[in-house]
């Protein structure tokens, strides 16, 4: 019997895997080198969010869905769920149960793919949002992300262009636009 990989478990091209590895082992050793899988997966998409809203570029050109928890970047959840790319993600960060810990003490060379303008944005993330618990961050993202739709069961896409317009960015269009050809071009690279 052939095993069948849902359509959203397989990553848009350009999503970059190795560095949503290393963001995430980024914010496992803020907290001490073991996080929440919640925890972490919220704290991901809000650093996504405001790097989009600020840089007009998407640090992971990941995909956004609302579920049941809030939004997220999903094929960050694949990786730190081990769905994709598990020999990339295994060198940063492993899984225990609902818990994602950093496998090591890593330096600021080891974690090549963030810039520095990244980690900046990942510090400012974790002392805004970081002390909060999984639940309160779920709850903040009810809250404070108007592109998220409330679902009870399933997942419902959200763009880019739905991201940046829920925080009144005027550019919301052409930036997904530009995203999309960005993607289109590196399909027609790669494939």
């Not at 007009?56 to 990786?79: K, Q």
């Not at 974690?111 to 779920?138: C, F, N, P, V």
């Not at 009870?152 to 880019?160: K, L, Q, S, V």
């Amino acid at each position: 019997m052939a095993f069948s990989v849902p359509s959203y478990a397989v990553p848009l091209t350009g999503f970059q895997s190795r560095k949503a590895a290393q963001l995430c082992a980024f914010f496992a050793l803020q907290s001490k080198g073991t996080i929440e899988k919640l925890k972490l997966i919220k704290l991901v998409y809000f650093a996504e969010r405001e790097y989009l809203a600020e840089h007009h570029h998407p640090m992971l050109f990941d995909e956004f869905y609302s579920l049941p928890h809030g939004p997220i970047c999903s094929s960050t959840l694949n990786g730190i769920d081990g769905v994709i790319h598990e020999d990339v993600w295994s060198e940063f960060l492993a899984r225990n149960g609902n818990l994602a810990v950093a496998i090591k003490r890593f330096e600021r060379d080891e974690l090549d793919e963030l810039s520095d303008i990244e980690i900046e944005k990942l510090e400012h993330i974790w002392t805004k949002l970081g002390w909060m618990t999984a639940s309160q961050l779920r709850n903040y993202s009810h809250d404070h992300c108007a592109e998220y739709t409330e679902i009870e069961r399933g997942r419902i896409p959200i763009t880019y262009r739905e991201v940046l317009e829920a925080m009144d960015d005027p550019f919301a269009e052409e930036v997904d636009r530009e995203i999309a050809e960005m993607r289109r071009a590196e399909s027609v690279l790669s494939g």
